[in-house]
């Protein structure tokens, strides 16, 4: 059909859907989809196994989270498994900073203590569970990891953003919830108009129209004779410029409803006390004697008969070898790229195509809790254009006298920031969030970062993402060995622990199907 036609053409709803998701974004197609029951849940499955092997011996590199779940469904099914650890704590890239942890950067080693109060923490890691991770959520509840609701939208919390673009309100401390109504009001009456006016091209029914527009204007705030928007709250307020609006990106936090993540405003959790409470509890279900900790691998070797692994005591300096079955690579991917291991190279290859994030995260403690005395935030994020990431306020320990906030988390624009001191990050950090929070300044006590690129044993945060091709490669069980960090599983979402726990599942059938053979 020629541009500009207006030969109504009969579409179903999944057109419809796909204009309604180019005006409105997600969360409107998500809510059309809720209100025509075509919406349905899904959940990853642990694998199915079944059998007694008669090689047995199982060794796992690595503490983290995919090696944990690989460890304990391993043991469960009967595999006598020994976890082998570097570091002096499990969890890997899953690590809350307390008072006394110590942190030695690599290449400068500048040295961090942390010295926050009894009781406070920040996790420079994984901070966060969306109800969508059940594989996560599932093993709380099975080793007795007691979790709490984790506050991601605070409807009260600050949209900041500078630069000439964003018209009459750059540079100005604007609460989300004002933003967000001036939002999906102009989206809303667009909508309405183009409904009413069949500008869609959609021979929809007069019922779908009809309760359509009726949840529009309600949702919207429009008037229910002109389907006009107009700001609301106070009488005097002007709504804030649409394209201004659109230039900020605000979209991706109207999102109502959760497509894949479920970070929204869906039901979020925390573990009670860090979140390092998790790998802790599958640590204790495994047992802490099947775990050796501060010993790190030389080498990998395996044949016909079995693998060896050379390790070596950090603090003794004793090296020693042992012996299994079969062995599973859960570290880091820049640890497996030039660890000795005889894998083949299209296997190496491909881990050292691996990328991983410039993560960054830095806790910054406080004098008071001026975030809820002062601007009545719980919870939540500064949405903003500084070079800050997210700056985000404490879920837990509300109307307590001191906090921890969140006042870096962040991966791009952490870059330039990589190679300088705590001190130079910090003011970086500071000058920045001061301009939003003037008391981030006069009411520091203590600070903690972690460059992830700058810790040892992770070399960089999480895996970006992998081709599928490469995935296949780099999950293969080569013999009896297999590489089960969170950067194979299965579908992409290796940047959170739900892809860990994934990993760990699919590590657990290679080896089980490889032993079962014999």
């Not at 969140?406 to 990589?418: D, I, R, S």
């Not at 300044?441 to 972690?450: A, K, N, P």
């Not at 690129?453 to 009896?480: D, P």
Request: aromatic share 8%; with cysteine.
């Amino acid at each position: 059909m020629a541009s500009g036609s207006t030969t109504n053409v009969a579409l179903t709803r999944r057109r419809f859907l796909e204009q309604l998701g180019l005006v409105g974004g997600t969360s409107l197609v998500m809510t059309a989809m809720s209100s025509w029951d075509l919406m349905a849940g899904q959940a990853q499955g642990r694998p199915q196994l079944s059998g007694k092997p008669t090689k047995n011996k199982v060794i796992v590199l690595g503490a983290g989270v995919s090696g944990l779940v690989t460890a304990y469904e391993l043991g469960k099914l009967g595999y006598d498994v020994r976890v082998i650890e570097a570091r002096e704590r499990v969890g890997g890239l899953n690590w809350t900073a307390r008072k006394g942890t110590e942190h030695v950067e690599l290449e400068s080693g500048e040295k961090q203590v942390c010295n926050f109060d009894e009781g406070l923490y920040v996790n420079c890691g994984p901070w966060r569970l969306p109800f969508t991770h059940t594989g996560v959520l599932g093993y709380c509840r099975e080793v007795g990891v007691p979790v709490e609701m984790f506050i991601n939208e605070a409807e009260n919390s600050y949209f900041f953003y500078e630069g000439e673009q964003y018209g009459s309100f750059s540079g100005k401390k604007l609460r989300l919830r004002e933003v967000k109504a001036d939002m999906l009001g102009h989206i809303n009456e667009l909508l309405v108009k183009a409904v009413d006016q069949n500008k869609l091209d959609q021979p929809m029914t007069n019922e779908d129209k009809d309760r359509f527009i009726r949840f529009m204007v309600s949702e919207g705030y429009l008037d229910p004779t002109t389907k006009m928007y107009k700001a609301i709250g106070d009488s005097s307020r002007q709504a804030y410029d649409t394209n201004a609006l659109l230039k900020a990106g605000i979209g991706n936090r109207l999102r109502a409803v959760p497509l894949t993540d479920g970070t929204t405003a869906a039901p979020i959790f925390q573990p009670i006390g860090g979140m390092d409470q998790f790998p802790k509890g599958l640590a204790r279900a495994i047992g802490a004697q099947k775990i050796t900790m501060g010993t790190e691998v030389i080498s990998v070797r395996q044949d016909e008969n079995g693998v060896k692994v050379a390790i070596h005591d950090v603090k003794s300096g004793k090296k020693s070898e042992l012996t299994a079955d079969y062995v599973a690579l859960c570290l880091p991917m820049p640890i497996i790229a030039k660890l000795d291991v005889n894998l083949s190279p299209e296997t190496i290859a491909a881990a050292k195509a691996v990328a991983t994030s410039n993560s960054a995260k830095m806790g910054l403690q406080m004098k008071r809790r001026w975030w809820e005395e002062d601007e009545q935030i719980f919870g939540g994020h500064l949405y903003s254009n500084l070079p800050l990431g997210e700056f985000s306020y404490p879920s837990t320990g509300y109307f307590s006298k001191k906090g921890v906030v969140l006042g870096l988390y962040a991966n791009g624009p952490v870059g330039t920031l990589l190679d300088q001191t705590h001190a130079q990050r910090l003011e970086h950090v500071l000058s920045n969030a001061s301009k939003v929070h003037p008391q981030v300044r006069t009411e520091l006590e203590s600070s903690f970062g972690v460059w992830w690129k700058k810790v040892k044993y992770s070399e960089g945060g999480y895996a970006t993402g992998s081709a599928s091709a490469r995935r296949a490669q780099l999950s293969k069980m080569e013999n009896r060995l297999v590489i089960g960090s969170a950067a194979v599983c299965p579908y992409s979402e290796p940047d959170w622990q739900e892809g860990a726990v994934a990993a760990g599942w699919q590590t657990v059938k290679s080896i089980h199907e490889r032993a079962m053979k014999g």
